[in-house]
């Protein structure tokens, strides 16, 4: 019987398996690198052991410093969570060697899914459909995907169309890949533009029984890393016979193995309900928890349980109602998806029912790796937090889920909530017509696009600065009262700019008056609450003030606005051509020198952030006269990296 369980991760998932261990009655052990330190899963443990280092190769992929992490601690099992080495055979069989309980598959299903490779080799000898792999690429052939054989998530994963490509993704690929799995080999196949991802949960015991427990679609993805799972799917729903082709397809893969726990076999299909495997997760899905809503499983406790040699029922309970998963992530949709780093000074998701558990025909479910304070660092996966709404019709779920993220307050670093919340109100997506091209069809940029629109952003900072402007006299020692901005005989308005919106307002005997916005009146205002009458309608907006951030929230939307500074430091300023990291990483590839001519688009280097390169391309035709940068280089955000002063210049 298991005792004291170890996670061998980090964040939300730590947190996931700790609740349901807390409810089992077993001690709870979390690792934790440097950088992790004040991570809240840390809190959430019984006990902790630090990793020492950084990066996850330094830490939460070293298998020896977990298995002597849960010596250490007295735990006598370890559970992997998802990512890092959850799919590492050599750890499954260390943590068994050292006679822990792995709460996992048995190593030889890990080994034999492990590869893509291999799976598909073995899948196509059980009859399973099977997209070929590609052992040479040709023109023919385009586009092809690259993977990562040892992991998913959207690592090692490229699109190639032209031939010319190829070497240099590959090579992108398999550093993305050993700086996540530890393993840099990757394989080619046929590249399908527009398809279904449908995966089937599976979970197995040791004694024979298999559920095919549900499937999930997950095709909304974001570089082939899902952002929106819902269950049941669509697809699958409209489709006579799918689910038990897919059940049966899900279970045959698993029977070959010998598979005992949790899975995850991923199928990719089209609009006629074919389908073609793609692999096995022999591990948790992060999307989990909309299985369990509409089940009312616990998939952790089935997975500790089952380590113990519990036997599964014949069969799984049914499934009833909808439930829709979207992932919270600090990043910039609208500029490559580029990852952020900061404080996140505050999070709040309004209407959560249940916090890494769901019960009842309805709620909203919250599965946070970050509270607030928590600072968002540049070694890990930008994700911040799963929200999952269920109810029982798809569409109610849909919009259950859109208002709780609009209300939300998020403040301190950019995230893809706007961009959740137009897909989950999307005709498209409310018709249940998604697929994996669902973002180049309706336009990204369209998507990405702020829920609040430029009067209701011009409205949110005028109420900025009239917070600002109360927060001036409340803490002035001498006439306090006096309306912030008076003047017995006025010479211009006050003015308050951020980034770029300029505030330009007067406070007059007969009310306020504010330049560019008609028909405003000035009903009350404080250092954190301002409500103003706009036409006719009375307006709330709520302020968060932090070091150069004014946060607005209000039913308009949210708006995070950048305080200018009026006298900036003159050191601050680039040459023009400045090539500035967009975000805190790691040089990990140059590919130019100083003194080289570039075209516009030419690689200049790569930065590796969040466990993703991204690539810094020259802007103009011209000549790189600084490189400041070389491979294997720390990087802050805002940093010169290159300098390309254009051909006009020269």
Not at 192 to 218: F, K, N, S, Y
Not at 514 to 525: H, K, P, T
Request: charged content about 25%; some cysteine; hydrophobic content about 45%.
């Amino acid at each position: 019987m298991i005792t004291t369980v170890l996670v061998a991760n980090r964040g939300e998932i730590a947190r996931r398996v700790f609740r349901t261990a807390r409810e089992l009655g077993l001690g709870t052990v979390a690792v934790y690198s440097d950088a992790d330190a004040d991570s809240p899963h840390v809190g959430d443990a019984d006990a902790a052991v630090r990793l020492p280092g950084n990066t996850a190769a330094e830490t939460y992929l070293r298998p020896e410093l977990l298995v002597q992490a849960a010596i250490d601690a007295g735990a006598d099992a370890i559970h992997p969570g998802y990512g890092f080495l959850s799919e590492n055979a050599a750890f499954a069989r260390a943590v068994l060697d050292a006679g822990l309980t792995w709460v996992g598959p048995p190593v030889e299903a890990i080994e034999r899914m492990g590869s893509k490779i291999e799976a598909k080799k073995l899948m196509a000898e059980a009859g399973v459909p099977v997209l070929s792999e590609l052992d040479a690429v040709v023109e023919a052939d385009l586009p092809v995907l690259i993977k990562a054989s040892a992991g998913g998530g959207g690592r090692g994963m490229r699109v190639v169309r032209a031939l010319a490509d190829l070497a240099g993704e590959i090579e992108a690929a398999r550093s993305e890949a050993a700086s996540a799995f530890g393993d840099s080999t990757v394989f080619c196949e046929p590249y399908l533009e527009a398809g279904r991802h449908i995966e089937v949960q599976i979970m197995a015991d040791g004694h024979g029984t298999v559920w095919a427990v549900g499937e999930r679609e997950c095709s909304i993805q974001r570089r082939h890393q899902k952002v929106v799972e819902e269950a049941p799917s669509p697809l699958v729903q409209r489709t006579e016979g799918m689910r038990d082709k897919l059940f049966a397809a899900a279970r045959t893969a698993a029977a070959a193995i010998g598979y005992a726990g949790a899975g995850t076999v991923e199928f990719l299909a089209d609009e006629s309900g074919r389908f073609y495997f793609l692999e096995m997760n022999t591990r948790l899905q992060v999307e989990h928890p909309v299985t369990e809503c509409v089940t009312g499983l616990d998939l952790v406790r089935l997975q500790l349980t089952i380590a113990e040699g519990a036997t599964l029922p014949a069969q799984p309970p049914a499934s009833q109602g909808h439930a829709i998963e979207v992932r919270l992530y600090a990043e910039d949709p609208a500029h490559d998806w580029r990852p952020q780093s900061g404080t996140l000074h505050r999070v709040d998701i309004p209407g959560v029912t249940h916090r890494f558990a769901g019960a009842g025909e309805a709620g909203l479910r919250l599965d946070s790796g970050v509270e607030n304070g928590s600072v968002v660092g540049v070694h890990y996966d930008p994700m911040l937090a799963k929200v999952i709404a269920w109810a029982p019709e798809r569409t109610t779920a849909a919009r259950a889920l859109a208002g709780a993220l609009t209300r939300a307050r998020i403040h301190g670093v950019r995230t893809n909530r706007d961009l959740l919340v137009r897909v989950l109100r999307h005709p498209a997506f409310l018709a249940g017509e998604t697929d994996t091209a669902f973002f180049d069809r309706h336009g990204l940029s369209i998507l990405a696009e702020p829920l609040v629109d430029k009067e209701s952003e011009k409205l949110s900072a005028l109420a900025a600065a009239l917070a600002d402007a109360a927060a001036n006299r409340a803490s002035a020692r001498v006439l306090g009262r006096v309306p912030g901005g008076w003047r017995n005989v006025v010479s211009q308005p006050q003015v308050k700019r951020y980034g770029e919106h300029e505030v330009r307002y007067r406070v007059t005997r007969d009310g306020l008056v504010a330049e560019g916005i008609e028909g405003v009146r000035l009903v009350s205002a404080t250092p954190t609450v301002v409500e103003l009458e706009v036409s006719g309608v009375l307006r709330r907006f709520d302020i968060s003030v932090y070091s150069g951030l004014s946060c607005v929230d209000s039913p308009l939307g949210s708006v995070a606005l950048t305080v200018v500074d009026r006298f900036p430091d003159p050191a601050s300023q680039v040459a023009a051509g400045s090539l500035l990291a967009p975000m805190p990483g790691t040089v990990v590839r140059v590919a130019v020198a100083a003194g080289e001519r570039v075209r516009a688009g030419t690689p200049l280097l790569w930065l590796e952030a969040m466990k993703m390169e991204h690539r810094i391309d020259a802007p103009v035709d011209g000549v790189v006269t600084e490189l400041t940068v070389s491979a294997g280089d720390q990087v802050d955000l805002g940093r010169v990296l290159a300098v390309v002063q254009s051909e006009e210049e020269s």
